[in-house]
């Protein structure tokens, strides 16, 4: 082999080396254990940015360039090849003299040639390496964060679609898909529904405000979920409408106790800005043996139907025949909201005459429907619908203006007309807007009296109620107490609320004749009203026997079928014409 040319190759070879070197940007450098020597090439010292160009250089010039926080490892790195004799490989940090900072990565074989031990190693920049795979992991936690916030806002938007906002509690479409559950799973187990509504929420809305209404709805989720049973569960089905559902029960009477358990509760009350907030529950129960549930919830509101029907505050349980019911009342119901558009609803009146000299000097007006198929009816007919539907302030509304219709049509045949009472409800009382519509309607002083139909609210008045009958006072509208002595009312309630007369119940009235104690009944309740300067009508009057003793025991005036029956208003037109023409004629003697 020719030397000159082998010289040649190598040369040649060794310069493609370093231009490969020099383009790749690798140092290479040389570091001898045994007498420390180190030895760098150019592109070591550019890495460093040293601004060297020499090939030996101190170790204190390696150590020192290295970042403080990877100096450490850096070193052990190198030591623990040292002591192995092996392969050297490590990655650092190094701090330019102009404060940049850039990662390297070293790598180095060990040759010991039975001298010395020398490592000949490579590094190279990987500060661009390392700043991707630093974004790509910063990435990579971006997209693995909004996957997980993705699952977290993925579960909220389930939970508020089947959890109701204000109560927490499961919603409609929760329960219909948990019902749904428990109808397929092939148990056949038992189920049950009590659907439990609110007693009064609508008058604490209208008359508290809506945070009142919140707060009632709020604490009776509270109350009613206390006493679900395990393995059931209660659901807000919107509104003032819960519904607890209840699974492999044993017997009905642990549905009773469980609805019994939530109507007192509920009777309790809830406090709310320092004032007791009157609540309750009227419940429907329904149950079936097979699971299946298909018309578990249309039962349990038939049966609720039927609750809020006989009264509040009370349980009752689904039967056949009650779907009977609820469809005629609802039929009703139709017609009792068609009838009041149209004007089928018109007063009768009976007259009311002083005890003593038995000229008519009040009149009350009477409710009856005129119905275009079934004729004249009378308000037991549909009272209670009106009642359930709500339509109590509407149809009291409508009653008025046909008698101040009436009233205005005879005086203006020159009659002078008495008082009218008509029957009130506490829904009417309680709207806040009353006043107002009184107003526009421009009632004379003295002419109109309301007579209060729901006297169950005589012992806890409400302020809103308060202020209205004040209101009404003040317009020169009395105030009536009906039905008194039946055990609605009070002294206390009639202390707070100074009526301008009371009515004796009729059933206290009827016995009078035979019964010295309910005679000495009725005195009481005429000097209790004398005390309070209260005036005293008896209603019920049935006979000439009752009209003497009733004088006698003090009332100061009668209504009853014994004085006049109620007619329509030109029946009574016609009694008010000829009671004008008698006063004319000369005072009539007492009897």
Not at 68 to 88: Q, S
Not at 305 to 326: C, D, I, Q, S, W
Not at 464 to 471: A, G, K, P, R
């Amino acid at each position: 082999m020719n030397p000159e040319r082998s010289e040649q190759e190598f040369q040649n070879l060794l310069r493609r080396l370093e231009l490969a070197l020099d383009a790749s940007q690798i140092g290479v450098w040389e570091h001898n254990v045994e007498t420390g020597e180190l030895l760098w090439d150019l592109q070591m010292h550019r890495l460093y940015a040293t601004g060297l160009t020499q090939r030996r250089v101190t170790a204190d010039q390696w150590i020192g360039a290295i970042h403080p926080d990877d100096r450490t490892r850096a070193e052990l790195d190198f030591e623990d090849a040292v002591l192995r004799k092996g392969d050297y490989q490590s990655e650092f940090r190094v701090v330019l003299p102009n404060g940049d900072i850039r990662h390297l990565r070293s790598r180095a074989h060990y040759y010991d040639d039975g001298a010395s031990g020398t490592f000949i190693g490579a590094e190279w920049d990987v500060t661009t390496d390392v700043m991707l795979a630093r974004e790509l992991s910063h990435q990579k936690a971006i997209a693995e964060a909004r996957t997980i916030a993705l699952e977290a806002s993925s579960a909220q938007i389930e939970y508020a679609a089947e959890h109701d906002y204000l109560t927490g509690l499961p919603n409609r479409r929760f329960f219909d898909r948990r019902l749904g559950e428990l109808s397929n799973d092939g148990t056949r187990e038992r189920l049950a529904l009590l659907h439990i509504d609110l007693d009064y929420f609508k008058q604490v809305n209208d008359t508290a405000g809506h945070a009142a209404g919140d707060a009632v709805l709020k604490s009776a989720a509270l109350m009613i979920a206390s006493v679900v049973p395990e393995g059931g569960f209660v659901a807000r089905m919107g509104g003032d409408e819960f519904i607890i559902l209840l699974s492999n029960f044993s017997t009905i009477r642990e549905l009773e106790v469980v609805a019994e358990h939530v109507v007192r509760l509920l009777k309790q009350g809830v406090s709310h800005g320092g004032t007791l907030l009157q609540t309750g529950a009227s419940i429907g129960v329904a149950w079936v043996n097979d699971g299946n549930a298909a018309s578990l919830l249309a039962e349990s509101d038939i049966a609720l139907y039927r609750a809020k029907k006989l009264g509040r505050n009370r349980v009752e349980f689904f039967a056949p025949h009650l779907k009977t019911e609820m469809f005629r009342d609802r039929r009703i119901a139709e017609h009792v909201k068609r009838g009041l558009g149209r004007g089928e609803f018109a007063p009768f009146y009976q007259v009311q005459v002083d005890a003593r000299t038995r000229r008519v000097v009040g009149i009350e007006a009477l409710a009856r429907w005129q119905h275009p198929r079934r004729g004249l009816l009378a308000p037991e007919s549909f009272m209670k619908v009106v009642l359930t539907l709500g339509l109590m302030a509407e149809f009291d509304a409508a009653i008025l203006e046909a008698v101040l219709r009436d009233r205005q049509s005879w005086e203006e045949l020159g009659l002078v007309v008495p008082r009218i009472a008509v029957n009130t409800s506490a829904a009417r009382l309680s709207d806040p807007t009353l006043v107002d519509q009184l107003r526009q309607l421009k009632i004379k002083p003295h002419t109109i009296s309301f007579e209060l139909l729901e006297t169950i609210f005589l012992d806890e008045i409400e302020d809103e109620v308060l202020l209205n009958i004040s209101l009404l006072k003040q317009m020169k509208i009395d105030i009536e107490v009906d039905d008194f002595g039946s055990g609605h009312a009070s002294i206390i309630g009639l202390l707070k609320l100074k009526p301008k007369r009371l009515k004796i119940d009729g059933r206290l009235v009827m016995p009078i004749t035979i019964s010295p104690e309910q005679q000495s009944l009725v005195r009481s309740i005429v000097d209790i009203a004398k005390t309070l300067d209260i005036e005293v009508i008896a209603e019920g009057v049935e006979t000439l026997e009752h009209a003497k003793l009733l004088r006698k025991l003090g009332c100061d005036a009668l209504q009853g079928y014994a004085i006049a029956r109620p007619v329509p208003s030109m029946d009574l037109l016609a009694q008010l014409l000829k009671e004008q023409k008698k006063q004319m004629s000369g005072p009539e003697p007492s009897a």
